[in-house]
């Protein structure tokens, strides 16, 4: 017997990570009765960078959860450093926020508690086969998503894997952008988070490599990170670009990393998945998931193109002195790339 044996509900979503509740808010927004089942207890943490672009604050306010400075570190735009050299993109306009994903958490729960979505904590779907008491079957369950798998959905365009970690340190920000630090053979993701803290983010593709022995290759970055206590333990991830050929099938579409997941270098998981649970919600409102296919179609091409263009910078590693230099002339052309990440922009 499923703990989901005889509930009803017009929509079950599998998975109450930030894309199952941000689309049962924007679900439950347009009317609908809806479940949410997670096999862990909240609030949920994860391996993540924080970084929450423009466009996804901006989304997660349509839901009724807006973002401010008490909940995270806002960030007004992305640099690039390798050695002594650096470029950096300020978004037009809006800013980002760095949040701590136990307290994105925490408000996603709490926003959905205030509009009565039905919350399982603790409870695994292997299969929504239980599907006659639901309407609509929402796979937002990651990025080995039964559902996926369950619905037959799981035909992927394109795959590349590496690693990903994350630790937070006592320290104030000693600035107010993002910082991606490149290396031979890693990135280092810095962002804010709070006044007093920042997160670290090692993204590489090497399976051996672990923060502590990455960071002596950063020595700037070492240095800051020196005397400062850590505030949390390290967590992992495999990091996967998968694009799938599609994310719906009869009555069940797939959300968030569930539905393709880029590579983290893009840094727009997460305000993808906000973008995703508004088309998602849309589109079941109007009774027609195809719309939903179209719509995340397109909401994925410009963050792919940019986490290929960026994977493409972590190979070629000859190639970067290069294109830091053409940036560092014409930053106009990065804050061109970077207003996409706005609302308004094409990722909105
Ligand atoms: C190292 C790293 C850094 C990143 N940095 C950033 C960043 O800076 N900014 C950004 O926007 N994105 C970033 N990302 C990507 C971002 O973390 C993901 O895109 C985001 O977590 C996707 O959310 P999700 O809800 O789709 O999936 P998840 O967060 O994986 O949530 C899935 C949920 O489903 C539940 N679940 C799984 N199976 C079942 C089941 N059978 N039954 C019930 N529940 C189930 C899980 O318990 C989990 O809570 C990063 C990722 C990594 C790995």
Request: net charge positive; with cysteine; proline share 5%.
């Amino acid at each position: 017997m499923s703990a989901i044996d005889g509930l009803k509900s017009d929509v079950l979503v599998v998975g109450g990570g930030p894309a199952g509740l941000a689309a049962a808010i924007a679900l439950r927004l347009q009317g609908f009765s809806v479940t949410v089942a997670d096999t862990r207890q909240p609030p949920i943490d994860a391996a993540c960078g924080e970084g929450i672009l423009p466009a996804g604050v901006d989304a997660l306010g349509r839901l009724g959860v807006p973002l401010g400075a008490a909940d995270g570190f806002p960030f007004r735009g992305i640099r690039f450093i390798e050695g002594a050299g650096s470029v950096e993109a300020p978004f037009s306009g809006a800013s980002g926020i760095g949040v701590r994903r136990t307290r994105l958490h925490t408000l996603l729960t709490r926003r959905a508690m205030e509009l009565e979505v039905r919350l399982l904590w603790g409870t695994r779907i292997a299969e929504p086969s239980s599907r006659s008491s639901f309407e609509w079957i929402v796979g937002a369950d990651g990025q080995q998503s039964a559902v996926r798998r369950s619905a037959g959905l799981g035909a992927a365009l394109s795959l590349s894997h590496r690693f990903g970690f994350r630790r937070h340190y006592r320290l104030a920000p000693w600035t107010n952008m993002v910082e991606v630090h490149w290396g031979a053979r890693c990135q280092f993701y810095v962002t804010p988070v709070a006044p007093d803290e920042i997160g670290v983010a090692l993204l590489t593709r090497d399976s051996h490599l672990r923060i502590d022995a990455a960071l002596c290759e950063f020595p700037t970055l070492s240095r800051r990170l020196a005397n400062a206590a850590c505030t949390s333990s390290d967590r992992g991830s495999i990091i996967s670009t998968r694009r799938l050929w599609h994310v719906t099938r009869d009555r069940t579409a797939l959300v968030g990393d569930a539905s393709g997941s880029l590579d983290a270098i893009a840094g727009e998981g997460l305000s993808l998945a906000f973008l995703q649970a508004h088309a998602l919600a849309d589109a079941i409102a109007a009774g027609d998931l195809r719309a939903y296919q179209a719509r995340h179609r397109r909401l994925a091409r410009r963050p792919l193109i940019m986490a290929n263009l960026l994977l493409m910078l972590d190979r070629l590693s000859w190639l970067r002195p290069t294109i830091w230099r053409g940036l560092a002339l014409e930053p106009s052309l990065l804050s061109r790339v970077l207003a996409t990440y706005t609302p308004g922009g094409r990722l909105a």
